[in-house]
T-cell receptor
Framework: AQSVSQHNHHVILSEAASLELGCNYS??????LFWYVQYPGQHLQLLLK??????LVKGIKGFEAEFIKSKFSFNLRKPSVQWSDTAEYFC????????????FGPGTRLSVLP | KAGVTQTPRYLIKTRGQQVTLSCSPI?????VSWYQQTPGQGLQFLFE???????NKGNFPGRFSGRQFSNSRSEMNVSTLELGDSALYLC???????????FGPGTRLTVL
């Protein structure tokens, strides 16, 4: 079965540090890739998405992600985090043979210390 | 456009009862998906409805069911509630042109 994994359960950074959150999936076919963020007490919001084209995609709030097909990865990055980035981050994948439904990774909790 | 709305936002039930949750998708979106979010299992797909038909179903017991109405609003029903059903239930509607899901705020169900 297709699955999505996220490398880190909890990441703690100081403000201005650089961020990279890992996401890997298990499937060799066509995928659509997403990163969602869930701020404390708020609902899931789309950060960015990749369907095709340039594998480096830019999203909202200074986030970007790179799709590396050979590594089945879609890592999320931000050069300099802020306290307001404290949230839970979910990688999600639509696999081409699984309808239009997402398989979510387990999530990575990011805590940014002021 | 208004976002995805879910009602009620909070619900407390006891074991053995049944519950119905409601979701109104973004105007124009015909696909509605339901997810269960728990600290232990994360986000798990329940089912998806498109044009009043269940198009996909996750790995949940038959106590979990749903339906979609002609105006795309969807309901999810859980019968014979168990303690383990306590979770945040999320609804998402899909923009078919961009394959992007937009999530509602969820319904927090507590089973005592």
């Amino acid at each position: 079965a297709q699955s999505v994994s996220q490398h880190n359960h909890h990441v703690i950074l100081s403000e201005a540090a650089s961020l990279e959150l890992g996401c890997n999936y298990s499937y060799g076919g066509t995928v659509n890739l997403f990163w969602y963020v869930q701020y404390p007490g708020q609902h899931l919001q789309l950060l960015l998405k990749y369907f095709s084209g340039d594998p480096l995609v830019k999203g909202i709030k200074g986030f970007e992600a790179e799709f590396i097909k050979s590594k089945f990865s879609f890592n999320l990055r931000k050069p300099s985090v802020q306290w307001s980035d404290t949230a839970e981050y979910f990688c999600a994948v639509i696999f081409d043979n699984y309808g239009q439904n997402f398989v979510f990774g387990p999530g990575t909790r990011l805590s940014v210390l002021p | 456009k208004a976002g995805v709305t879910q009602t009620p936002r909070y619900l407390i039930k006891t074991r053995g009862q049944q519950v119905t949750l409601s979701c109104s998708p973004i105007s124009g979106h015909r696909s509605v998906s339901w997810y269960q979010q728990t600290p232990g299992q994360g986000l798990q797909f329940l089912f998806e409805y498109f044009s009043e038909t269940q198009r996909n179903k996750g790995n949940f017991p038959g106590r979990f069911s749903g339906r979609q109405f002609s105006n795309s609003r969807s309901e999810m029903n859980v019968s014979t509630l168990e303690l383990g059903d306590s979770a945040l239930y999320l609804c998402a509607s899909t923009d078919s042109d961009t394959d992007t899901q937009y999530f509602g705020p969820g319904t927090r169900l507590t089973v005592l």
